[in-house]
């Protein structure tokens, strides 16, 4: 893989959320794992939420999720290649779509970058539809606002009435 590091950090937001073994120590451990990437830092995480499986075919525990917020002078390709490591160092399978999992890292926001490749989307494609990303982003960041693929300005604020009916706890 070709290095294409930025030359100034860009904020990014992950999502990180599991549901197989012990989900909660899983995901703090994977928050310290982001901390660890070079060249970038940890600047925040949410809290830690609870939430039911969401999607079709998807069953299993309850999910422990969060979000990260990072500063990072890697390309949003090659942060989503380092998150992919990551999920293998945790032992992640791709089985199906919304299987249960052990970990699952998304980037969410890459600046405010929007991207729509094979490999990647940016702002990510669902994170409007779930409670269990606009809860802990809200956490961290109370004012985002990120535009979407149409070019529309959408605030985590707005957006948390559509997920309402959502089944989300905080757990911390």
Known sequence: MTKTMQTEAVTAFIGIGGNLGQARATVLAAIEALAQLPPTQLIARSPLYGSAPLGANADGPMYVNAVAQLHTCLSADELLSELHRIE?????????????????????????????????????????????????????????????????????????????????????
């Not at 919304?98 to 890292?105: G, Q, S, W």
């Open 88 to 172: 293998q160092q945790f032992g992640r399978e791709r089985s199906y779509k919304n299987a249960p999992r052990i970990l699952d890292l998304d980037i969410l926001l890459y600046g405010d970058t929007i991207i729509n490749s094979d490999t990647l989307t940016i702002p990510h494609p669902r994170m409007h539809e779930r409670a269990f990303v606009l809860y802990p982003l809200f956490d961290l960041k109370p004012d985002i606002s990120w535009h979407n693929a149409l070019g529309q300005r959408v605030t985590a604020r707005d957006l948390k009435i559509h997920v309402a009916d959502q089944d989300i706890t905080r757990l911390d």
